[in-house]
C-alpha cells in the first residue's frame, strides 16, 4: 500500500489514484464513518485540537484519501503550532482532491470514483457547486450517486466502493450500513478560496 500510495503522491493521476484507492479498501474494507467525521469537526470547533489529530490516527486506512480528513488535521496541526504537520495535510488535501478530479470529469460517462460518501460534497467544495438533492442509481451492477446541484447540474458519482467493499480478511463482504457521508448532517464547509486544483 505505502508504494502505491507514494506513487499516487509524486504523480496523483487516475490510475495512480484508483490503485491506492483499491489498496487500501483491500487492507482495511470498512469505511470512514460520517459519525467519525461529525465527530472530529466537533472536537475542531471546540478547540479540542490534540484529541482531534489523536482521532484521525484510529481512522481505517482510506483516510489517506480523504480530502476532508487532510483539511481537518490541517486545522488541527497548524492551531497546535505544528507547521510541518499543517503543511503535509495541506499538501495531502490538495492532492487527494487533483486525484478525484482526475478520475472523470462528473458526467454520465465519465463520473466521478469516490472512496468516501464525503469526497462527493469536497469535489462539489471544489467545483463551487451547491448540492440540492441526489439520487441513487444501479447500471450493470455498479452504484452511482447522481447530485443535482442548485443551478439544475448534474454530477454523477461512481459511489460502488462506498456501498460495496471489498471482502474483508475473513471472507464476508461488507456493506455500508450507515448514514451515507452526512448529506443532511451539519458539515464544515471546505472554503473553495483555499482549495488550488489545476484541470
Excluded at 487533483?98 to 462528473?106: F, K, Q, V
Aim: proline share 5%; aromatic share 6%.
Amino acid at each position: 500500500m505505502q508504494r502505491r500510495f507514494t506513487q499516487f503522491v509524486e504523480s496523483p493521476t487516475r490510475e495512480n489514484y484508483l490503485a491506492v484507492r483499491d489498496a487500501v479498501l483491500r487492507r482495511t474494507p470498512l469505511p470512514i464513518q460520517a459519525a467519525d467525521l461529525a465527530e472530529l469537526v466537533r472536537l475542531l470547533e471546540a478547540e479540542a485540537y490534540e484529541e482531534v489529530l489523536a482521532r484521525v490516527e484510529l481512522l481505517p486506512a482510506s483516510k489517506v484519501l480523504s480530502p476532508r480528513v487532510h483539511y481537518i488535521t490541517a486545522e488541527a496541526a497548524e492551531a497546535l503550532g505544528d507547521e510541518e504537520t499543517g503543511e503535509l495535510a495541506r499538501m495531502l488535501f490538495v492532492l487527494s482532491l487533483r486525484g478525484l478530479l482526475a478520475t472523470g470529469d462528473g458526467t454520465e460517462a465519465a463520473p466521478y470514483a469516490i472512496c468516501h460518501a464525503s469526497d462527493e460534497h469536497d469535489l462539489l467544495d471544489c467545483l463551487g457547486r451547491e448540492f440540492a438533492s441526489q439520487a441513487l442509481v444501479e447500471r450493470d451492477g455498479r452504484l452511482f450517486d447522481v447530485v443535482t446541484c442548485a443551478d439544475g447540474r448534474q454530477v454523477w458519482f461512481d459511489a460502488t466502493a462506498v456501498f460495496c467493499r471489498p471482502k474483508s480478511p475473513s471472507g464476508k463482504r461488507r456493506r455500508k450500513s450507515t448514514a451515507r457521508g452526512g448529506h443532511r448532517r451539519r458539515r464544515r464547509q471546505l472554503p473553495a478560496a483555499s482549495i488550488q486544483i489545476r484541470r
